[in-house]
T-cell receptor, first 110, second 113 residues
Framework: QKEVEQNSGPLSVPEGAIASLNCTYSDRVSQSFFWYRQYSGKSPELIMS????GDKEDGRFTAQLNKASQYVSLLIRDSQPSDSATYLCADSGGYQKVTFGTGTKLQVIP | DAGVIQSPRHEVTEMGQEVTLRCKPI?????LFWYRQTMMRGLELLIY????????DSGMPEDRFSAKMPNASFSTLKIQPSEPRDSAVYFC???????????FGPGTRLTVL
């Protein structure tokens, strides 16, 4: 049974700080990793995809992947109150089926 | 382009009634997924289709649940008979072939009284 583990939080950070969200996965053959943002009462929205070891940056977001440690993280720089949401980590073992974590709730305090 | 479309957005029904949820995927996407989300269990995959063919229905909780995809632009998820424990938000998502990136619809909030 594939598992994606996340701390449920809430993770509270002050406005302007760096928020660090972490995720571990159990399936060693997983090849694709995703971060989704879900605002309360809304649907998940894809914000980052990462496929190879290292860092991938997109604006204020940086995804980090370490396949040896089976670890994925998402850094949000200059956190804003509008970043307050639940962040879902997901992985895919090379197929279309994706396994989601239960999400980490982020609160950015003004 | 329009995203994934789901209807209805909210459904309130009584135990024992039949419920049908509808989904229109993004045009050109080969894969369609049905998920259920609750506070207790998070986001659960129920079933997914590739080119209108069901590929994996291992997440369908029991025989009361069924899903169809009669053509590339329409899918239904049916619950008959419905029970209070089916109350959840049901999401439909679609994905293009060659990528596991999924795009979600707005969801249907189902309440079974």
């Amino acid at each position: 049974q594939k598992e994606v583990e996340q701390n449920s939080g809430p993770l509270s950070v002050p406005e302007g700080a760096i928020a660090s969200l972490n995720c571990t996965y159990s399936d060693r053959v997983s090849q694709s990793f995703f971060w989704y943002r879900q605002y309360s009462g809304k649907s998940p929205e894809l914000i980052m995809s990462i496929y190879s070891n290292g860092d991938k940056e997109d604006g204020r977001f940086t995804a980090q992947l370490n396949k040896a440690s089976q670890y994925v993280s998402l850094l949000i720089r200059d956190s804003q109150p509008s970043d307050s949401a639940t962040y879902l980590c997901a992985d895919s073992g090379g197929y279309q089926k994706v396994t989601f974590g239960t999400g980490t709730k982020l609160q950015v305090i003004p | 382009d329009a995203g994934v479309i789901q209807s209805p957005r909210h459904e309130v029904t009584e135990m024992g009634q039949e419920v049908t949820l509808r989904c229109k995927p993004i045009s050109g996407h080969d894969y369609l997924f049905w998920y259920r989300q609750t506070m207790m269990r998070g986001l659960e995959l129920l079933i997914y289709f590739n080119n209108n063919v069901p590929i994996d229905d291992s997440g369908m909780p029991e025989d009361r649940f069924s899903a169809k995809m009669p053509n590339a632009s329409f899918s239904t998820l049916k619950i008959q008979p419905s029970e209070p424990r089916d109350s959840a938000v049901y999401f439909c998502a679609s994905s293009p072939g060659g990528s596991a990136e999924q795009f979600f619809g707005p969801g249907t909030r189902l309440t079974v009284l």
